[in-house]
């Protein structure tokens, strides 16, 4: 069974890709004690570990089973394994939640569902649909089921696009005292972060920005601003995301995004584009057959009932806002339109802005392992020309996710992703500075609750994860 994430998740030297046939277990840290060994470990013939204590004595150790958490936590596996991601991170959880909400069983959760606008898209290339039709119609689905809220990340991603801006000035700014603070790379790509702490860790981690992706900028406020406003506890709401990438299912699963106080995710949940294609199917319904359901605005960009997306690439539009925002502040200079010079492959352009002949900001944006590997290379060797780099594990970014709705049986897959990307441009824009609603919460949300709090909530952290040197885990 061909494993559904980025390739950057499984091209590593890590030997981190094991296949679904394949037992997954977390190794078992072992305390190092001064003075002679007290036991031994031999491995017995149906492949069990036994602990050989020093009076002969057999203990057999029991294996640990790993999580999604463990995923991004520890340097001898990642696993595409289906059954896993099947138990924790599937729609069938989230029916289960639905059912078990109908049936009273339990105490009553409340149910949000946050959609991507690259899985709008890609729904509505599918039902030959606009992506606003799609995105009401999808919440009249979603509240069928019974689900309390549907709201849409473009919103969240408005404060991640904010934040970037904001913080590529500050480390532009200060550029001649800290030798890495630029380039800046981009951090919403989970199978990038990956990627870098476990194969490059500490060299590369301080370029890539700390802003939190849109998805944990969701669930910040589902779990933080909706939850209070609600008089919920985060433990009281259930909050899925819809996204267009398997690797968000890890990125949901990171410790930085566990909230140890209530004991709970901020995202307990996420979905793929085409597993809410399952879904829909599994009930029997057709997004063109429903009646489309008014946009829920508390936390969805719309404007009467069209929803509104970002200028830029389909991948979140990180380089568009950050480049003309920095040249505007930096430099004085307003950029209406962006001009993309393709360098290896369309995967792989530049955009620079030059001021009396000279360059004063040069932009990226690479996109595919292949690509990534040739720009970590330019800056191990000292040779990146670029002050910003939006990165994307999936060739052609986001809408391509491994996550997408697939083409159908005659159906070219390139003339689809051509179609998506029509449908996801096709929305009106919306500049995040305008975004009212969103100034608002950064008044009476996140002042209210701090600077090192406001921090919190709109950034994250990255881990370097060491290899392991284990007899266990060679290959024989």
């Known amino acids: 069974m061909a494993s559904h994430f980025s390739g950057v998740l499984q091209l590593t030297d890590l030997d981190d890709f094991i296949t679904p046939s394949q037992e997954c277990v977390k190794p078992v840290k072992v305390e190092k004690k001064q003075g002679k060994s007290v036991a031994k470990i031999q491995i017995e013939d149906d492949g069990s570990y036994v602990q050989v204590n020093q009076d002969g004595g057999k203990q057999k150790l029991e294996k640990a089973k790993i999580t999604l958490n463990d995923c991004l936590a520890c340097s001898g596996c990642i696993t595409s394994a289906e059954s896993v991601l099947i138990t924790q991170q599937s729609h069938e959880e989230l029916l289960k939640v639905l059912g078990s909400n109908k049936a009273g069983e339990m105490e009553q959760k409340i149910v949000v569902v946050s959609v991507s606008p690259q899985s709008r898209a890609s729904l509505a290339a599918h039902y030959d649909l606009s992506s606003s039709e799609t995105g009401r119609r999808l919440t009249s689905f979603f509240k069928g089921l019974g689900v309390h809220h549907v709201f849409d990340t473009s919103f969240s991603r408005t404060f991640s696009l904010l934040e970037s801006q904001r913080e590529f000035v500050e480390r ?17 790509c989970p199978g990038w972060i990956c990627y870098a702490e476990k194969t490059h860790g500490e060299y590369i981690l301080p370029y890539i920005s700390t802003t939190r992706s849109p998805q944990q900028m969701m669930g910040s406020l589902v779990k933080g601003y909706f939850a209070e406003q609600q008089g919920l506890s985060p433990q009281q ?35 793929t584009s085409a597993e809410v294609l399952n879904m829909l199917e599994e009930q029997n319904v057709s997004l063109n057959g429903l009646e489309p359901a008014t946009p829920d605005t508390m936390f969805s960009s719309v404007c009467g009932d069209e929803f509104l997306c970002h200028s830029g690439s389909g991948s979140g539009g990180y380089l568009h806002h950050v480049f003309t925002h920095a040249a505007k502040q930096l430099f004085g200079e307003e950029v209406k339109e962006l ?51 939006e990165v994307m594990a999936c060739p052609s970014g986001c809408l391509n996710g491994g996550g997408q709705v697939k083409a159908s049986a005659g159906q070219n897959q390139k003339e689809l992703l051509q179609k998506v990307e029509e449908l996801y441009k096709a929305e009106r824009a919306l500049l995040p500075e305008d975004d009212s609603r969103v100034a608002e919460l950064y008044q009476s949300w996140l002042h209210s609750v701090g600077q090192e709090r406001a921090k919190e909530l709109l950034h994250t952290q990255y881990h370097t994860v060491e290899k392991m040197t284990n007899g266990l885990t060679m290959k024989w």
């Open 172 to 188: 532009f700014q200060r550029k001649e005292q800290d030798n890495k603070s630029l380039p800046m790379l981009t951090s919403a």
């Open 237 to 271: 709401i259930y909050h899925v995301a819809v996204m267009p990438c398997f690797d968000k299912k890890l990125e949901a699963s990171r410790s930085d995004f566990y909230l140890s106080k209530a004991e709970t995710r901020e995202v307990d949940c996420v979905i």
């Open 339 to 389: 001009a993309y010079k393709t360098l290896r492959n369309k995967d792989f352009q530049e955009v620079t802005l030059e001021k009396d002949g000279v360059v004063v900001l040069c932009f990226a944006a690479t996109y595919g392992f292949r690509n990534i590997q040739n720009l970590v290379q330019k800056l191990k060797r000292g040779k990146s020309p670029y002050h910003f780099v």
